[in-house]
């Protein structure tokens, strides 16, 4: 049973935008954060950005603070990353998760995220 869907991933040029969407559903909307990772070839998949339940703040990793914005629309069960500026470092397969575990401010390490979306690919060229 697929809990998490995303989409709107492909390829664009340095310097422009995309957005990000994840569709939430059955037992993945019992969050206590929810975050968006990605992994590139041959590297480890890491945390982008996280927004936690508890008080809606935002968590964003360093490479990606004041390109990224993360949002959600709770009565959609959506949540989005708008990304802009973009750089081909930020080429991976673009991965939505959510904890379901209490936590007040949300993690951006694998760990926790217990339910996880089958990705979507950006790619960005030079």
């Known amino acids: 049973q697929v809990h998490l869907v995303e989409s709107g991933g492909g390829l664009v040029q340095s310097g422009e935008s995309l957005r990000l969407s994840c569709a939430v559903s059955?037992?993945?909307?019992?969050?206590?954060?929810i975050a968006w990772f990605r992994q590139a070839p041959g590297k480890e998949r890491e945390g982008v950005s996280c927004i936690s339940e508890y008080d809606g703040s935002t968590n964003y990793a360093d490479s990606v603070k004041g390109r990224f914005t993360m949002s959600r629309d709770k009565a959609k069960n959506m949540v989005y990353l708008e990304m802009n500026s973009l750089k081909p470092e930020d080429t991976a397969v673009y991965y939505c998760?959510?904890?379901?575990?209490?936590?007040?401010?949300?993690?951006?390490?694998?760990?926790?995220?217990?339910?996880w979306g089958q990705g979507t690919q950006v790619t960005v060229s030079s």
């Open positions: 998760a959510t904890d379901q575990s209490w936590v007040a401010k949300c993690r951006l390490r694998r760990s926790p995220y217990n339910y």
């Open positions: 059955g037992a993945a909307l019992n969050y206590y954060a």
